[in-house]
């Protein structure tokens, strides 16, 4: 793990998680979203973010917005941001009826503020996303490569070009979001992407790097025996 140039981002809403991660020493930001959200069971949104920058004062964390009309959008963002310097806002590329954030981006990237624009899912949309932004702001482009892959489309060669989208203009950092398997920390190192966002799930298996294959064969041999043993299971 230590040859990796990619930044691992740690993917959630539960407190006590994000604040588990953040001991390691190992991520180097944090993202939520509203789903991720509703699954915590968060039921007052500035609450939770004001605490988690209470024990976060030192890495990127993004906080989205919530309303779907863009004039509210841009209310939201501008609260958002307000309460940290370590936030980033989070757009989502187009609002539920489909129509472009483009116009709102350039307008919040206008006011220099740090945006994660997320959703992505098309070069389309990450040109036009990284031509909205003001040189010299800090922002962070969201491909959403796992949503890519389970539409049975290969992200790789998508997330190599939009990486060079991204680098040409400073300060544009490019996210591998969704990942489904470890494995996609390395894919998403050798496309060039700066950062990957990981659910506890999938930082729970950083362990396994490194270990043997045999190794990882035998464990799982021994799992499949405490499990039989737990249920008493017997064919004979």
């Given at each position: 793990?230590?040859?990796?140039k990619i930044k691992i981002y740690a993917d959630g809403a539960v407190v006590e998680d994000m604040l588990e991660a953040y001991r390691t020493g190992n991520i180097k930001g944090f993202t939520t979203n509203p789903t991720l959200m509703k699954q915590a069971g968060i039921r007052d949104y500035e609450q939770f973010a004001k605490e988690v920058l209470q024990n976060i004062p030192d890495r990127p964390i993004s906080f989205e917005v919530f309303s779907d009309d863009f004039a509210v959008m841009e209310e939201e963002a501008k609260?958002?941001?307000s309460w940290g310097t370590n936030v980033y806002i989070k757009i989502p590329i187009t609002n539920s009826v489909g129509e472009t954030s483009i116009p709102l981006i350039r307008k919040l990237s206008g006011?220099?503020?740090?945006?994660?624009?997320t959703a992505i899912l098309t070069l389309t949309q990450v040109r036009e996303t990284v031509n909205a932004f003001t040189?010299?702001?800090t922002n962070v482009v969201s491909v959403f490569a796992g949503r890519m892959?389970?539409?049975?489309v290969d992200p790789v060669p998508v997330m190599k070009e939009a990486a060079a989208i991204c680098h040409a203009k400073v300060g544009t950092e490019l996210l591998w979001a969704s990942p489904r398997e470890l494995l996609?920390?390395?894919q998403a190192d050798q496309c060039g992407c700066d950062i990957i966002t990981c659910t506890p799930a999938i930082l729970g298996k950083l362990p396994n790097v490194g270990k043997r294959l045999e190794q990882i064969s035998l464990e799982t041999v021994q799992m499949f025996s405490k499990d039989i043993q737990m249920l008493g299971y017997s064919i004979v």
């Open positions: 793990m230590e040859k990796l609260k958002i941001a006011l220099g503020y740090s945006l994660n624009i040189q010299g702001t892959a389970d539409s049975g996609n920390i390395f």
